[in-house]
Nanobody, 124 residues
Framework: QVQPVEPGGGLVQPGASLRLSCAAS????????MGWFRQAPGKDRELVAS????????YYKESVKGRFTISRDNAKNTVYLQMNSLKPEDTAVYSC?????????????????WGRGTQVTVSS
């Protein structure tokens, strides 16, 4: 099984950049897609981005396109979320999750094996 761990997060000002990392244990990491989710207070958890097993295809939530980039390094069993031009509306707990499949997905139900999350706060 894949067990994600998400170090990082923190407090940044609007317009700043931040990179999140998700280190996953498990022998099947390179076979499956990975995704980043976020949940703001009082709101439902939402899928932000996902990347296929090889990194060859991606999905992004419309509101983060052009600002966020998801990538992976299978040799390190790690997936990244590079966040640029951060806005206060990006404030949330971010977590990564492993997919049941190998292709990038826009469907929340495709993901399981959740990490515990890290807080990202964007405020002046």
């Amino acid at each position: 099984q894949v067990q994600p761990v998400e170090p990082g997060g923190g407090l940044v000002q609007p317009g700043a950049s931040l990179r999140l990392s998700c280190a996953a244990s498990g022998r099947f990491f390179s076979d499956i897609a990975m995704g980043w989710f976020r949940q703001a207070p009082g709101k439902d958890r939402e899928l932000v981005a996902s990347v296929s097993w090889s990194g060859g295809s991606t999905y992004y939530k419309e509101s983060v396109k052009g600002r966020f980039t998801i990538s992976r390094d299978n040799a390190k069993n790690t997936v990244y979320l590079q966040m640029n031009s951060l806005k206060p509306e990006d404030t949330a707990v971010y977590s990564c999750a492993a997919s049941r499949y190998g292709l990038a997905s826009s469907h929340d139900s495709d993901f399981g094996s959740w990490g515990r999350g890290t807080q990202v706060t964007v405020s002046s």
